[in-house]
């Protein structure tokens, strides 16, 4: 596919976007059509709501959070640990939120009908994955290095290795969905979903770090990655409202 | 001490096998009193439906979430009953929508059509105005809720800051 647009694919840094993803950003050829044009409407604070739905043990399944042991046979690739702790701003741990995972498998190949790269699939991996986060806010996973895989947007388009991540919160609006990276990835550079970040600061924090500590002996490389939720629409935060 | 938030990136096309593992597209079981089917279709700025995205609807009040992929037809549908309206407010569910191409999720609301003199005083859709109003609340269609999500163009539904 001929990259015919005028934008680069990767645009400079700009730390003024800060934690900011650029809705907008040229690079990413699906945004074209898709992300709303108009200025966003602001609801007056009073008439937010502080609430969000709350999800409880009878939605985790045995093995939801190790997407290792959901088949019969062990899943191919190499076996990781992917932990961290949800917090909101104040470095407060947000407890009890759902966590949910998907990812392609080590060849980097979705599980799904419309993914035709041909790249295997694993008859041992189907790569969805969900946990609540513990009373320090920790959640936990085993599961296998995602591969990178071509994805069509420009010209050699590769996506760097992720595993997405879909996290609640104690409010609605305070929701996030984001994409989880590996250290050292030598695709960061030429990714435009990656780059619509644009404060190269704000990018680090979707890097997972390589950690010996939670590496386990003889099993599983370990990767720990925090994930830092904003105050959402209210402003602040529920213990400021007591 | 203040945290860096964590920045947000796009759900992707594949997010189903993640998120859409089973239905759960009930915010009410479908023969609870006063349930109905809301239905619609998200659509892009050339009109063209989109097959990958994700709704979320929420009550706030009476504290009922729900989640509908959409379809080759970019279709998405929900049994809901109408939530009991706040003081001063009309009843209204919370929107969520996801989609390969929104690097963040957009946030909006659906209002009820038979409830003409509550919508007309909820602060938030009267201080609209009324071709952006009326992106915001659904159609009696065949016994169902009708509301499309159109994301560009004339006719665009309006979102919110979040």
């Not at chain 1, 040229?26 to 604070?45: D, N």
């Not at chain 1, 879909?166 to 250290?183: D, K």
């Amino acid at each position: 596919m001929a990259q015919t647009e005028e934008s680069p694919i990767v645009l400079p840094d700009d730390p003024d976007f800060g934690p900011e993803v650029q809705v907008d950003y040229p690079g990413y050829r699906s945004t074209r059509w898709r992300v709303p044009k108009r200025p966003l409407v602001t609801i007056p604070e009073e008439f937010h709501d502080l609430a969000g739905p709350v999800f409880g043990h009878e939605e985790i399944e045995e093995h939801d959070g190790d997407l290792t042991r959901q088949h019969e046979g062990a899943p191919l690739g190499e076996r990781i640990v992917v932990t961290g702790r949800v917090l909101d701003e104040d470095g407060r741990p947000i407890r009890n939120t759902l966590v949910e995972i998907w990812q392609a498998n080590a060849a980097g190949r979705y599980r799904h009908q419309v993914d035709q790269h041909p790249a295997p699939l694993d008859p041992n991996f189907s790569g969805a994955g969900r946990c609540l986060t513990d009373d320090h806010g920790r959640y936990r996973f085993v599961t296998i290095k995602p591969g990178s895989y071509p994805w069509g947007n420009h010209e050699n388009a590769w996506r760097p290795m992720h595993i997405h991540f879909s996290l609640f919160g104690p409010e609605f609006t305070r929701r996030l969905v984001t994409q989880m990276y590996f250290p050292g990835d030598p695709l960061f550079e030429f990714d435009p979903i990656f780059h619509a970040v644009r404060d190269p600061k704000a990018r680090e924090l979707l890097i997972s770090r390589f950690d010996l500590d939670t590496t386990q002996p003889e099993w599983a490389l370990g990767y720990q990655w925090d994930i830092v939720l904003g105050r959402g629409a209210s402003g602040t935060t529920p213990m400021e409202n007591l | 001490m203040s945290l860096p938030r964590t920045p947000s990136q796009t759900v992707g096309p594949y997010y189903a096998i993640g998120l859409s593992r089973k239905p759960q597209n009930e915010l009410v079981a479908r023969n609870a009193p006063g349930a109905t089917m809301l239905i619609g279709q998200l659509i892009d700025g050339q009109g063209a439906p989109i097959s990958d995205g994700m709704i979320e609807a929420w009550d706030a009040g009476g504290k009922r979430w729900g989640r509908s992929g959409t379809d080759a037809d970019g279709r998405f549908s929900f049994v809901v009953a109408k939530p009991d309206a706040q003081p001063g407010q009309a009843p209204r569910l919370d929107v969520l929508v996801f989609a390969r191409g929104l690097l963040r999720h957009e946030l909006t609301r659906v209002y009820f059509p038979d409830e003409a003199d509550a919508n007309a005083a909820d602060p938030v859709l009267s201080a609209l105005d009324e071709p952006d109003r009326a992106t915001l609340v659904a159609e009696q269609e065949d016994g169902a809720l009708r509301w499309d999500i159109r994301t560009q163009g004339d006719r665009a539904t309006v979102f919110f800051t979040h």
